[in-house]
């Protein structure tokens, strides 16, 4: 499982588990070829992988042993009870990560991880932009950068070669060498002027507009798309919908920052976002602790009546770990890109002080 901050950047370079770098699929032989090609090797499987939300049921089962860089399915992954038993199920579990995460904790190896301030390298943002980054402190303890760590492993595992690098620049330029879409691209460009792939060569400027005039492919594909209700609907027992989300001030699970004493003090703990309809249906009152419960677990949050929730659906933040907002989602995947119904669950509410 490979988690990443700069996620448009780990996609580019083949973080999908049915692409190689620069979006190529591993189904295509003619790209698997190249890649042995460049790579000097033969035997490149042509199936696509499993994404991380398929990995943790087949952990303990066909997936014996993971390892998890800058992920953190222990409060991110939806029906966190099922998390913990799956990851117990394996025979190992390695993970590598800037902090002792909760999915950290559980593990058997952990390698630390150096931040973006601690190492050299380049992030690509959304708008495809690659940005040169430069240490600016050293990595505390024994951190490394992931590519050191990566690196100096494989060399244990005698893994051939192809792991030798001793720079970051050298990853850019093999990173240009097999990578259509980045082949103009080298920290001497970089040093100079902004770059946005597809880049292709050195004389090219990059590209700051993708779709200036027509799409890529040519004529957009536009499929239709059914409604389908979603996998658990309200009932009796549990008669309120959830849904889930972000706040301004923490990112994903928290893991840097909830280390951050201001952006704590503007979000310090988690909160159930009701109308003031359902509050007073289920005997809420603002600022009072409240028992959210679905069919696959319980947490409890402070009560914050607003105008901007619909009466029927209450909203959560997943960010806090003491109140795991997904020990309540549904893991029910969607049969195309394999995403849970993190955005709706049923739940049933009560104050905290309730006999039930």
């Known amino acids: 499982l490979r988690g990443q901050n700069n996620v448009q950047g780990a996609c580019d370079m083949g973080g999908l588990p049915e692409v190689f770098p620069g979006y190529r699929p591993v189904t295509d032989k003619t790209v698997t070829q190249s890649m042995e090609t460049a790579w000097q090797t033969r035997g490149l499987s042509t199936d696509a ?33 099922h998390v913990e038993g799956a990851l117990d199920r394996l025979d190992f579990l390695v993970v590598q990560d800037l902090f002792l995460t909760e999915t950290a904790q559980r593990a058997d190896v952990v390698l630390p991880a150096a931040c973006f301030a601690e190492k050299e390298g380049t992030f690509t943002n959304t708008e495809r932009k690659i940005q040169r980054i430069r240490q600016a402190v050293v990595p505390p303890g024994l951190a490394r950068g992931d590519w050191q760590i990566i690196c100096a492993l494989a060399q244990k595992m005698n893994a051939g070669k192809g792991f030798g690098f001793t720079t970051s620049r050298e990853i850019m330029e093999e990173i240009a060498r097999v990578t259509p879409s980045y082949g103009g691209i080298s920290y001497d460009r970089l040093e100079k002027e902004d770059l946005r792939w ?13 779709h200036k005039t027509a799409f890529t492919r040519g004529k957009g594909v536009f499929y239709p798309v059914d409604f389908r209700p979603p996998a658990e609907t309200t009932d009796r027992t549990y008669p309120m919908i959830l849904t889930t989300g972000r706040l301004l001030y923490h990112y ?17 703990e988690n909160f159930l976002e009701i109308c003031r309809q359902d509050a007073a249906e289920f005997n809420l009152e603002n600022g009072s602790m409240a028992r959210i419960s679905s069919r696959r677990g319980t947490i409890t949050a402070r009560v914050k009546i607003s105008s901007k929730a619909v009466k029927g659906t209450v909203f959560v933040p997943f960010h806090f770990a003491k109140s795991a907002a ?25 104050p905290l002080d309730a006999n039930h």
């Open 49 to 81: 992988g499993l994404t991380a939300t398929q990995m943790i049921p087949e952990a303990g089962k066909k997936i014996k042993a993971l390892y998890i860089i800058g992920e953190n399915p222990m409060v991110s992954d939806p029906d966190i009870a």
């Open 198 to 210: 597809p880049c292709p060569n050195k004389a090219h400027p990059g590209t700051p507009i993708l």
């Open 252 to 268: 994903h699970t928290g893991t840097m920052t909830m280390k951050t004493h201001d952006l704590n003090v503007q979000a310090s």
């Open 326 to 350: 997904n020990r309540l989602t549904n893991a029910v995947l969607d049969p195309v890109c394999k995403i849970p119904e993190l955005k709706v669950c049923a739940v049933k509410l009560a």
